[in-house]
């Protein structure tokens, strides 16, 4: 079946950076358009960036010239490059693809931003 397995969070300062990443397993991983979510406590689920299989990529607002999105077919991984983090961009990400009919989701890792 399909899995997606994020890595990379963890607790950094402002102004730092963090690269997240998250594997495929049991999806022919190249002909779709992976993306990132991400969660705030108390908030709801928000979109974050998006990668197409021709690697086109769009971003929120709030995080774009900030964030930045690539994908590697060979590892059937995407990730997700995160500069210049602030306090606001603390939540738990989440990894999605759309396949089958329906929306797979990773199990979340963990961003916090904080002094």
């Known amino acids: 079946q399909v899995q997606l397995v994020e890595s990379g969070g963890g607790l950094v300062q402002p102004g730092g950076s963090l690269r997240l990443s998250c594997a495929a397993s049991?999806?022919?991983?190249?002909?779709?358009?992976p993306g990132w979510y991400r969660q705030a406590p108390g908030k709801e689920r928000e979109f974050v960036a998006r990668?197409?299989?021709?690697?086109?990529?769009n971003y929120a607002a709030s995080v774009k010239g900030r964030f930045t999105i690539s994908r590697d077919n060979a590892k059937n991984t995407v990730y997700l490059q995160m500069d210049s983090l602030k306090p606001e961009d603390t939540a738990v990400y989440y990894c999605t693809m759309s396949a089958y009919g329906r929306a797979y989701w990773g199990q979340g890792t963990q961003v916090t931003v904080s002094s």
């Open positions: 049991g999806i022919d991983f190249a002909i779709y358009g």
């Open positions: 990668i197409s299989s021709a690697g086109t990529t």
